[in-house]
């Protein structure tokens, strides 16, 4: 199966891989920016069974597909939560993450999601950041990566890194604004009654951990 | 079934309202917030099958109970999205919210949702507010509710309602506050990295419409 098509033939696909214990905000915050884009951009949910998964906060979503059947995808994305920590230790689930990382042109984590893309090896050599609350735990997955204490959110090439969760959303506007441009970015945003925090490197809450 | 359960004596009740085209955000914005919360509230999913519900971005979520098994709540939750416009004529759904509305003691709506809970009736009266860009048609639902255009959110004895999709996060908050204390809601905007804005009446996006 090749869902892949390009955005001038239509509709990109963007994969959001979910896991047991997946932070609602990481997940939801980002897919609706896209889903302002929905004549542009189609969502797939992945997950290792294919069938769902259950929120930490409790609420349980449907798959679209399991790792055995993953399209080739436009943009990936990797959220963070409680089950984070348990994924890090799946091999499984590294392994189809660091594969699809590979193949996908735009890659990006919400929160902890950073530790699981460093966990695969394939943030080495690049910056990145993650939550401020579990920092120390989630940089410790590679120290090959150049981890950035103070960023709301930081891009290097086709990886996008975002802070703890809520900074997932003004990176999904960074995202939007990478590929169709600021204007759409903006515009979405004021559809969504969302104050933009456009500014990569102000962080307050780098400030508020020190 | 009564799992209706005091904060004193064990875990607050949620019930989020869903239907088919809900907004994303409008619906785990607020949830992520309780979700921080989850030794104190427990969340509930309520739909007209009580099986799913397919928001307007595509993503799936299970129900957990249908209109014929709603627990009693504590706190209730109505969410906007493109499916609103058909809910606010379908009379089985709206019997269900002012049922519902009535027997809470707290009753939240976010973005389009308080034009559901408008025709409903049980806003008559009160003060409220709704989604900048849809602003003319969710009013016009009910002429007895004292509209307020320019509000991020609008509270009004048990009732809160919000301005468009992302307002309902920092309204959340403010129920947090109302009910738990002001210190917990910080403590968790800390946590989720989330600049909360905390002035009911400071609403750029009233004056981005003007």
Not at 110 to 137: F, S
Not at 179 to 188: K, M, R, W
Request: aromatic share 10%; glycine share 8%; hydrophobic share 45%.
């Amino acid at each position: 199966m090749n869902l892949k098509k390009s955005p001038e033939e239509g509709k990109m696909l963007l994969g959001m891989v979910l896991f047991n214990g997946f932070q609602l905000l990481d997940v939801f915050g980002p897919l609706d920016v896209f889903g302002f884009l929905s004549d542009r951009v189609e969502i797939v949910l992945i997950g290792e069974n294919g069938i769902e998964a259950k929120s930490s906060a409790g609420p349980v979503v449907k798959l679209n597909c399991s790792f055995s059947k993953i399209p080739d995808l436009d943009i990936l994305m990797i959220p963070g939560g409680a089950g984070s920590r348990r994924e890090v230790s799946n091999i499984t689930f590294l392994k189809m993450v660091r594969s699809a990382a590979e193949a996908t042109p735009h890659v990006a984590s919400i929160c902890t999601g950073a530790a699981i893309l460093a966990k695969t090896g394939i943030l080495d050599g690049k910056r990145a950041t993650t939550n401020k609350r579990a920092y120390q735990w989630a940089t410790s997955q590679s120290n090959q990566v150049h981890w950035i204490f103070e960023a709301r959110w930081v891009e290097d090439g086709k990886f996008f890194t975002s802070s703890g969760v809520s900074a997932g959303i003004d990176m999904a506007y960074a995202l939007v604004s990478k590929i169709f441009g600021n204007d759409l970015a903006v515009s979405i945003a004021l559809r969504a009654e969302y104050i933009w925090k456009n500014e990569p490197n102000i962080d307050p809450f780098a400030k508020e951990m020190i």
